[in-house]
């Protein structure tokens, strides 16, 4: 392989990654301002089975579409077992973000106390700090979902026979 194809290879790779990331990372926070009471509710359900589970099926879907391209046919068995690398870097991410709330810290950081016409959904104290707990865990997903999908991306490398 050339060098002009390793790096188009690379960087296609990458592109799928952060989409990924970004793709698990904001599912939360769509969820929250579309669902707030179930969210609210159903936090730790949310981290731990549903987020998992919509990064399985987002990285099953792009690493099938990506070994398709590359090698013409796809192996939905290598793609699966590639594809949990993503719900288990997520979920890991997850848990850390959880069970370590000062990890959160540098993120909810970035937003006020108190949102200005954030309008009534946000009016008061604890929803304003929920709403940066979510930016918080936001963060960690989006990492988790690039580091799982860069490792299934990586497995998914070599053509199926």
């Given at each position: 392989m050339e060098t002009k194809t390793k790096t188009a290879d690379l960087t296609v790779r990458a592109s799928f990654a952060l989409i990924e990331g970004a793709l698990v990372a904001m599912a939360f926070p769509l969820f929250y301002f579309m669902l707030p009471d179930f969210t609210r509710s159903y936090t730790i359900l949310m981290l731990f089975v549903i987020l998992p589970i919509f990064a399985f099926v987002v990285s099953l879907c792009s690493n099938l579409f990506l070994q398709y391209l590359y090698c013409g046919s796809a192996s939905v068995g290598m793609v699966s077992l590639a594809a949990?690398?993503?719900?288990?870097?997520?979920?890991?991410?997850?848990?850390?973000?959880?069970?370590?709330?000062?990890?959160?810290?540098?993120?909810?950081?970035?937003?006020?106390?108190?949102?200005?016409?954030?309008?009534?959904?946000?009016?008061?104290?604890?929803?304003?700090?929920?709403?940066?707990?979510?930016?918080?865990?936001?963060?960690?997903?989006?990492?988790?979902?690039?580091?799982?999908?860069?490792?299934?991306?990586?497995m998914i490398a070599t053509c199926p026979k």
């Open positions: 949990t690398w993503s719900p288990l870097t997520t979920l890991a991410l997850a848990v850390l973000a959880y069970f370590l709330p000062f990890l959160r810290s540098p993120v909810k950081q970035l937003f006020s106390e108190s949102p200005q016409g954030a309008g009534a959904a946000l009016s008061s104290p604890e929803e304003a700090t929920f709403v940066q707990d979510i930016w918080g865990y936001a963060f960690y997903l989006f990492w988790g979902g690039v580091y799982g999908q860069t490792m299934a991306s990586g």
